[in-house]
């Protein structure tokens, strides 16, 4: 007998600042390293993405037909301060002040993420996570944040994908400044992540006590290749570095064990303050938030570069050899993109986290991306998203009757915007932006086939 889903559970939809917002420089936004970073060639840049900045309101309607209950997006660090610190763009405040009440005047709970990879362009020149001053600037910028909108965001984020910044290395703005031991600045930076979550985590709660704060990491199940023994040990370590590293810092505040001596074994170990430890274990998390994609599977390392191959986008691209190598899983389907599809692994996934921390969770990502087409009467029918959604929230479904508590499933993405690394042909949303990648064609917005199926379930609150 199935558990059905809380009265007052968060059916959602996700975006992110940089990828849908557009007016990368508008009323007085600084660059931050997404603007100044290369391109993938072929795709389009985020100078316009989807206009949101300008049709929020249209699109907060949209939301509202949909029945969403909760919008979760992330606020660009350098529309509030454009140099990632000091000076204050009130124009900045004033954008987000205005779609904070928009959702709002809608009945839709804001979730905000403070930081999507955004790093503000003037920090990254001073070293970006490198540098420990950074961990102020991010202080800063939380406590304004916090001033600004504490009174109506309930629900806050601290980093997105910390975990995946770290495991692709450079690929989204963590640039080495140490070029000499690139793993240990790596770890540097993901250090001074963790105190800069850790001090917005103990301010919220102190200038917001009826606010929620929590992390949200990309977690994945992770299989060995086989039941060979060595197989099963490289999954576990795996597992430790790019999942448990980071929740274990960010919920108990230490250091997993097996990561950590991943890190001894390769003189990548962070340089630790003499306060850290303490701030780090004073934060705590009121739930856990994450981003799911699909599991990944890993196997014996070869001990050669062979090791480090891609499982499609979703690579594993950690700096050295040694500890696993990444494998296909042949018993799983794959998008368009190479992305492996594994709904019952998402239910695994969130056993594994319920079972390791017991903190309430909500997923903020999850979604297909596909070349979605537009048929002759204007229509686009993704009956492939449906069903990707479908047999996804049936695995929340099924968790939930196991015991774990969700309270919240945020899909990627409310509407279609640019992906991070596939340009705007890589479409995930309910509703459909008439773009093309280097055409930015009407952007009129329509409703998608799977907008319609999400709005009955939503409003049935049941599959
Ligand atoms: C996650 C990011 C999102 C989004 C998503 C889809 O890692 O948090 O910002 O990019 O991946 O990936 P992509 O855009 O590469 O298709």
Redo the contacts with the bound molecule.
């Keep these: 007998q199935l558990k059905s889903f809380p009265s007052d559970f968060l059916w959602g939809g996700s975006t ?1 600042a940089y ?1 849908v917002e557009g007016a990368w420089n508008e009323d007085g936004k600084g660059p931050s390293v997404i603007d100044m970073g290369n391109v993938v060639e072929g795709t389009t840049d985020f100078k316009v993405a989807s206009d949101h900045y300008h049709r929020y309101k249209e699109d907060i309607a949209l939301f509202a037909e949909l029945g969403l209950k909760a919008y979760r997006f992330s606020i660009a660090w350098t529309r509030i301060f454009p140099t990632g610190e000091d000076q204050i763009n009130q124009k900045g405040i004033e954008f987000y002040n205005n779609l904070i009440d928009e959702l709002i005047a809608n009945g839709i709970e804001p979730i905000a993420t403070m930081y ?2 955004d790093l503000p362009y003037a920090l990254q020149e001073k070293g970006g996570w490198s540098n420990r001053q950074t961990v102020e600037a991010f202080a800063l910028y939380s406590k304004t944040l916090f001033e600004a909108f504490g009174d109506r965001v309930k629900y806050w984020l601290t980093i ?2 910390q975990n ?1 910044m770290i495991l692709h290395g450079d690929a989204l703005g963590t640039k080495h400044v140490d070029a000499d031991n690139p793993m240990k600045d790596l770890y540097q930076q993901n250090h001074h992540m963790m105190l800069a979550q850790a001090k917005a985590m103990s301010l919220c709660h102190q200038l917001l006590p009826s606010a929620k704060i929590g992390p949200a990491p ?1 977690i994945s199940a992770i299989y060995p290749a086989s039941c060979k023994p060595e197989d099963v040990l490289a999954a576990n370590t795996f597992s430790a570095i790019r999942n448990w590293l980071y929740l274990d810092m960010a919920v108990h505040g230490h250091y997993n064990a097996t990561a950590w001596r991943f890190l001894e074994e390769r003189h990548a170990t962070p340089t630790i303050g003499a306060d850290d430890m303490q701030i780090l274990s004073s934060a705590k998390p009121d739930f856990i938030a994450f ?1 799911y ?1 699909n599991s990944q599977t890993v196997g014996e390392s070869s001990g050669d570069a062979s090791d480090v191959n891609s499982t499609g ?1 979703q690579q594993i691209t950690i700096g050295e050899v040694g500890a696993y190598k990444g494998v296909e899983n042949e018993n799983l389907l794959k998008n368009e ?1 190479g992305w492996e599809i594994d709904p019952v692994g998402f239910r695994t996934t969130m056993r594994d986290i319920y079972e390791r921390y017991g903190l309430p969770l909500i997923i903020t ?1 999850n979604g297909l ?1 596909a070349f979605d087409k537009v048929d002759e009467n204007g229509d686009i029918n993704d009956d492939y998203r449906i069903e990707y959604l479908k047999q996804h929230i049936e695995q929340v479904q099924l968790a939930i009757t196991d015991g774990v508590e969700v309270f919240g499933y945020s899909p ?1 993405s409310a509407i279609d915007l640019i ?4 340009g705007c042909s ?1 479409r ?1 949303g309910f509703i459909h932006v008439d773009r093309d990648e280097f055409d930015l064609k009407s952007l009129k917005r329509s409703k998608k086939k799977s907008f319609y199926w999400y709005q009955t379930l939503i409003a049935n609150n049941s599959l």
């Excluded at 992906?419 to 596939?422: E, G, Y």
């Design positions: 992110s990828q999507h990879f997105n994908e995946m990309n981003n994609y986008d993109f990502e991306g990627w992906s991070t690394h596939q890589k995930y």
